[in-house]
């Protein structure tokens, strides 16, 4: 889909895989805006009309054909479905392409969008994917087809280190990639649906209402494994793969500084709910192994701070939160016993 909203509005809100060329600029929308409520909308449209002109229209113009071009069954929209639309439309086909728009534009597709999340929500049967941290539910939920990957549409893992090099999605974007997952679920005949078990938030972005009054009262599958494996899989996810992130998004340098700063940034959102005395010895583990590993030493020090607070922070944590949910595990065993019991669990449905 072709987006000519401003800029501004696009990074407010938009959908999967849209691409944004906008018909005016953060400065000419504002501009354009300014003389409608001062002076109503003939005046705006001159206003516009005289922002946009000459090579400046020309310009994006030949951005919005190479778009249509390459995409020939594509739609273009604006906000509402108003002006701005009819106008690209209108530019495209004085240049040879004619190319649909949205009625009802951006806000029509996120309305839509709402009621539908709401709606599907309520005829899918979830199940919910539990259990202690590191223990591996996240590689359970990539390895289910019929999955809603919260932490993977939100990107972020969830927890205080759960942060990634790539930026979160804003709410909207969250929302709306929520209800075309969704959907997509449905279309492919999938009405039992697999979902980690989270907290009210992932990340900055907050699990719509509708969705966690459902999960919880879902079928809950609960993952074990043994400390030295969960471990071992806190160090690969959160420690390893997350230096490898940071490097490959900003470069070895600035990667590492900022890959040093989150882990200590992380562990010191932790302080009040660890204890000053705790954290203080943490962060001295955490400090040890990460100038041994900037020194070529590895990250097996790494350990010496992930498995503390394992076993003092949230596994007791964990264990409170199960003891306060109203039903117990419909299933508990390891990754692979529980990757097994969904896939027939969603075969027989």
């Known amino acids: 889909m072709l987006d000519v909203r401003a800029p501004i509005e696009f990074a407010q809100g938009s959908f999967p895989n849209v691409v944004n060329l906008p018909l005016m600029t953060d400065d000419e929308r504002q501009a354009v805006g300014l003389a409608y409520k001062e002076k109503g909308q003939d005046a705006a449209i001159a206003l516009g009309y005289s922002l946009v002109n000459g090579a400046t229209k020309d310009i994006r113009v030949a951005q919005w054909l190479r778009f249509t071009t390459a995409n020939p069954t594509g739609v273009l929209y604006c906000f509402r479905g108003g002006l701005r639309s009819q106008i690209s439309q209108q530019w495209l086909a004085q240049a040879g392409m004619n190319y649909p728009r949205i009625l009802g534009g951006y806000k029509a597709m996120r309305q839509y969008l709402i009621t539908a999340f709401e709606e599907n929500v309520a005829q899918t049967a979830f199940t919910v994917v539990g259990g202690l941290t590191g223990c591996g539910k996240t590689d359970v939920i990539r390895a289910i087809k019929g999955k809603l990957d919260l932490e993977g549409i939100a990107r972020h893992r969830g927890s205080s280190f759960g942060g990634r090099a790539e930026s979160q999605p804003t709410q909207i974007d969250f929302e709306n990639q929520l209800s075309i997952h969704l959907l997509k679920l449905l279309d492919q005949g999938f009405h039992n649906v697999a979902i980690e078990d989270e907290s009210n938030l992932v990340g900055r972005c907050?699990?719509?209402?509708?969705?966690?009054?459902?999960?919880?009262?879902?079928?809950?599958?609960?993952?074990?494994?043994?400390?030295?494996?969960?471990?071992?899989r806190i160090l690969r996810d959160y420690v390893i793969d997350l230096h490898d992130d940071y490097v490959d998004a900003f470069g070895q340098v600035a990667g590492r500084i900022k890959y040093q700063a989150h882990l200590t940034k992380s562990l010191y959102n932790l302080r009040k709910r660890l204890g000053l005395a705790r954290f203080?010895?943490?962060?001295?583990?955490?400090?040890?192994?990460?100038?041994?590993?900037?020194?070529?030493?590895?990250?097996?020090?790494?350990?010496?701070?992930?498995?503390?607070?394992?076993?003092?922070?949230?596994?007791?944590?964990?264990?409170?939160?199960?003891?306060?949910?109203?039903?117990?595990?419909?299933?508990?065993?390891?990754?692979?016993?529980v990757i097994a019991f969904l896939r027939q669990r969603q075969a027989s449905r």
């Open 206 to 232: 907050a699990i719509p209402l509708v969705l966690r009054t459902k999960t919880q009262s879902s079928p809950l599958v609960w993952v074990t494994a043994p400390l030295e494996e969960r471990v071992e």
């Open 280 to 337: 203080d010895e943490l962060n001295g583990f955490l400090n040890e192994a990460l100038n041994a590993q900037m020194s070529g030493g590895g990250f097996e020090l790494h350990k010496r701070w992930v498995e503390p607070l394992l076993t003092q922070y949230y596994d007791p944590m964990y264990a409170y939160q199960r003891q306060q949910k109203a039903h117990k595990p419909h299933f508990e065993g390891d990754a692979q016993s």
